[in-house]
């Protein structure tokens, strides 16, 4: 196979797999931005790779995206910690054979199950969403860990008595979420620092993709610090507006014929418990939005 045909055939393949990986690398991580970081860190890894003697392209693809997404989580775990100087699970596994089956589980657990993840060690979290959702064995686990099957096994087993053990977020209608949103963006138009810290839980946890958070982290932690941020873009908020950001209720910042900037929420009753904020322009353009009536 000449190059030329052997890229078009990695490309084609690679596009096959697409859906797939996004869906591993938002569970393992828990943003849409840096899952399609991930993935699009795969394609460069095989586009560069020599896969002549790899036998299950999909399974060497779901390999490279855990280990780009264990990366991602050890970096933003450290940077955590230098900034702040601190830190219902699937009925059974889908069919190993049957991805869609995985990827149709992964979608349905939501975002009560993300913000539980998001208490899990890097290593836990990724034993625990290849094993338990995407029915991976444990001895293709452990080359990605490099640990041993007992150890990877042991690891998804304390996630999953951490995960069955959680409070998942209460449920809100629709309206609820709304008026939680609109109370923020009205507190945060009028400058009201302690309106906004009132609609925000007090562990509120923030991920801001751009990296401008202070010291350059990819997340914050707390309802002080995050409502001290936000209100510096105060000013942007004559260009925003209510909307649904990935199916989440959140808020959309439009200048004239182009989006800048997006925030999805996870609420837990009348509180936000987790902000994403998307603001370049690569992720943006995955953002899926619609308008909140």
Known sequence: MNPMDRDEWLAARFEEQRGRLRAVAFRMLGSQAEAEDAVQNSWLRLSGA???????????LTTVVARECLKMLRSRRVRREESLDDTEPPAGNP???DPEAAILLADSLGPALMVVLDTLAPAERLAFVLHDIFAVPFDEIAAILERSPVATRQL???ARRRVQGATPPRQVDPARQRRVVDAFLA?????????????????????DDSSGL????????????????A???????????????????GLVVRVPGRLIGALGFTLDGDKIIVIDMISDRGHLRHVEVAADD
């Open 187 to 207: 507190a945060l138009r009028r400058g009201d620092f302690d309106a906004l810290v009132a609609v925000l839980d007090p562990d509120v946890l923030l991920r």
């Open 50 to 60: 020599d896969t002549s003697e790899v036998e299950n392209l999909a399974g060497w």
């Open 214 to 229: 202070p010291g350059g982290a990819a997340a914050m932690r707390g309802a002080q610090a995050v409502g001290a941020y």
């Open 95 to 97: 069919d190993a054979d």
């Open 156 to 158: 998804a087993s304390r």
């Open 231 to 249: 209100l510096r873009y105060k000013r942007g908020t004559r260009f925003a507006r209510a909307a649904l950001v990935d199916g989440a209720p």
